[in-house]
């Protein structure tokens, strides 16, 4: 991937640059009813970049994001679980801008470990987890059938259980990578319950759409209003 800068765009592009970095970081940053603290915002702006494969953007964002209040743990979290909601193939090449980000920055990789589930228990916390989201029922999901087993045990079992991240940050950038992709409405509503469940409210996901419009376009954000309406 070629070396990007907002330097450059605005020697090249700079009547589009204009109106952009104005819409991007005053307009939409300070609308009072898109208002997020920093840190939400970043870390809602780098999954739906990652959920639209927006690689170039995701490099010109990352630093932005980390000297705005994102730790690299965080980062890597919000990597690491979005191999189960775009795909590994999808994934990798963000995993690599942020190792290089981070390794270009003088930090040391690996981080410190975050899981907190093993191979035996991973199904169970995996499950209790789902239940703490979508509700009790959800304990018992797991039993119709393998990928209900496989979603308990590695999406909710491998990934949600890890520190780094709580739930509801964990299901705010769920949303964004599901929001950012497009064609994933129904999980989206049912993903948009789960955040009001952990008190992500409509006021709130309604900001979050907000503030990942420019990065996704109109579209995909107007299909997101709708699924947190139907929530």
Request: charged share 25%.
């Amino acid at each position: 991937m070629k070396n990007v800068s907002m330097e450059s765009y605005r020697s090249t592009d700079p009547e589009f640059m204009e109106r952009f970095e104005h819409f991007a970081f005053d307009e939409a940053v300070n609308e009072p009813d898109a208002r997020l603290d920093e840190r939400t915002r970043y870390m809602a702006v780098l999954a739906a970049l990652m959920g639209c494969q927006g690689k170039e953007a995701f490099a010109l964002m990352l630093p932005k994001a980390l000297d705005g209040g994102l730790t690299p743990v965080e980062v890597k979290e919000i990597v690491y679980q979005a191999a189960d909601y775009i795909g590994f193939g999808r994934m990798l090449p963000f995993l690599d801008i942020v190792n290089n980000e981070l390794t270009r920055t003088g930090i040391a990789l690996p981080l410190e470990g975050q899981s907190t589930t093993g191979m035996d228990d991973r199904l169970e916390k995996g499950a209790e987890a789902q239940a703490e989201i979508f509700g009790e029922h959800m304990k018992e999901a797991w039993k119709a059938g393998h990928i209900n087993r496989w979603l308990a045990a590695n999406c909710f079992g491998d990934y949600y259980t890890r520190k780094g991240l709580g739930l509801k940050d964990r299901e705010i950038i769920t949303f964004c990578f599901l929001m950012a992709q497009g064609g994933c409405e129904p999980q989206l509503t049912a993903h948009a319950k789960g955040n009001i469940n952990l008190g992500n409210d409509k006021d709130f996901l309604l900001r979050v759409v907000s503030q990942c419009l420019l990065y996704i376009g109109y579209p995909r954000s107007l299909n997101a209003i709708k699924c947190v309406n139907e929530a």
